[in-house]
């Protein structure tokens, strides 16, 4: 694992370096995208099949075989063993509680000319959410895009994961049935994501999808935005420790380890003032790898992105925090509220050393969905504000909107757009006459 210092002259250009990455703006990579996006379109299902066949190995022979029913979903859900039943459970509800609080609600005020003036906050109609379902099965995943989804009262959520060989997780179709998703088809990939943008005769047209994929996901997704929403373009899984007094080399490596075995590609990032608790966590993690059953993964992802930095103090770690806005922040520490006023960018702050990321990943309650590669800096965690819309409402009484024409004339002709002028100019004293006066 690569050893940084801010007090090396090299340092700026050696970070930079670090955290250059590039999600989905590999030109073989968008070809592909866009022409699997365009045979969609055209195709529908029977691109969608062919491609599940191809790409997944699945051996449906049709799109119905793709698409399972409430009931394999509860049976999924009352097969699992009690201890598991109760670990998504508490799960599930700590999810669904702490984005009931996340709930906007319609307002209306009345101003001071008699107008009346508001907000009106919709859920949307339908959504659709990925969940992966390749080298790994989330059902978290499952929880963390459904529940926010529900709790903002959409109607109906479709939901895609790939199922390889046609296998499938029995916990992901648990958590499904626990979350209420309406519909599961076991499709994914780009044909996923565009056959949820523009609708095929199976898959209904979604108004929005959600949730993190491969590179073909995320490409996807970006290349249909503007048609549906999207929650973000999301990149590899991301985590940066910062450690200061007294701590538990053999945790901290295993935090930086939680991100490591996610992905070859996955960013893991401990900052400390201490050089010689970066040497002791240094050799947790060999030690750890000799045992880790996704240790290749890991020990590739350490050697790709992966780094221990050395600086001076506090102060230097709070500027790289927010330099790097990272997804998942650890601040390992006695009395980590000290720094949080001055962390401005990261999707989620753990704060503590009892407030490990995989709590967070599973059952703390906040989403786990969260802003990738920088953009923490302008992004949000997944939330029931994404599946919700807000409408303005403006409700102007006769004598209330008399002065706001004027204004509005005047400004209209200002920008030399006549019929705006005279569209409020005909409002100004509409009480006094029937006809459109000039």
């Given amino acids: 694992m690569r050893r940084l210092s801010t007090q090396d002259a090299e340092f700026a250009t050696q970070l930079k370096q670090l955290l250059a990455f590039e999600t989905v703006n590999d030109p073989a990579l968008l070809r592909t995208v866009d022409q699997i996006i365009a045979d969609v379109r055209v195709h529908g299902d029977a691109t969608v099949l062919a491609l599940t066949q191809q790409f997944d190995q699945h051996p449906a022979q049709s799109m119905a075989e793709l698409e399972l029913g409430q009931a394999a979903l509860k049976a999924a859900f009352d097969q699992l063993s009690p201890d598991v039943r109760a670990a998504l459970e508490l799960a599930a509800q700590r999810i669904r509680e702490f984005h009931q609080r996340q709930v906007q609600d319609s307002w209306q005020y009345q101003d001071a000319l008699g107008n009346t003036l508001g907000q009106k906050v919709t859920p949307l109609d339908r959504v659709g959410i990925y969940v992966p379902g390749g080298k790994a099965s989330y059902p978290s995943s499952v929880l963390m895009n459904a529940i926010p989804a529900h709790v903002a009262g959409v109607a109906e959520i479709i939901m895609v994961v790939p199922a390889p060989k046609g296998e499938l997780s029995p916990l992901v179709l648990a958590a499904a049935h626990l979350a209420g998703v309406s519909r599961l088809l076991t499709i994914g990939g780009a044909q996923a994501v565009a056959a949820l943008a523009y609708g095929t005769a199976t898959i209904p047209q979604v108004d929005k999808i959600t949730g993190p994929g491969n590179r ?143 709590i967070g990943d599973y059952c703390a ?53 006549d019929a705006h002028a005279r569209s409020a100019r005909y409002r100004v004293n509409a009480s006094n006459s029937t006809g459109a006066a000039e």
């Avoid at 929403?229 to 910062?242: H, K, Q, R």
């Avoid at 075995?261 to 060999?286: G, K, M």
């Avoid at 930095?309 to 520490?333: F, G, K, S, T």
Wanted: include cysteine.
């Fill in 216 to 358: 073909y996901v995320a490409a996807a997704k970006r290349a249909v935005f503007g048609q549906v929403g999207i929650d973000m373009i999301a990149g590899p899984s991301e985590i940066l420790v910062y450690a200061e007094g007294d701590n538990n080399p053999a945790w901290l490596a295993m935090d930086v380890l939680s991100q490591a075995e996610h992905d070859e590609v996955a960013q893991s990032i401990l900052i400390s003032s201490d050089a010689r608790l970066l040497d002791q966590v240094d050799a947790a993690i060999t030690e750890h790898l000799t045992t880790l059953p996704k240790a290749q993964i890991a020990q590739t992802s350490l050697q790709n992105r992966g780094a221990l930095i050395l600086v001076r103090d506090r102060a230097e770690a709070l500027a790289l925090i927010n330099q790097i806005a990272p997804e998942h922040l650890e601040l390992c520490m006695d009395r980590p509220e000290e720094m949080l006023d001055g962390i401005r960018h990261a999707g989620a702050i753990f704060m503590g050393r009892h407030s490990p990321e995989a």
């Fill in 365 to 417: 309650g906040p989403n786990h969905v969260l802003p990738t590669s920088g953009t923490a800096r302008f992004s949000s965690p997944l939330g029931v504000y994404d599946f919700q819309k807000r409408s303005s409402i403006i409700y102007c009484s006769p004598e209330g909107s008399q002065s706001l024409a004027r204004a509005a004339d005047i400004l209209a002709q200002q920008e030399d757009l």
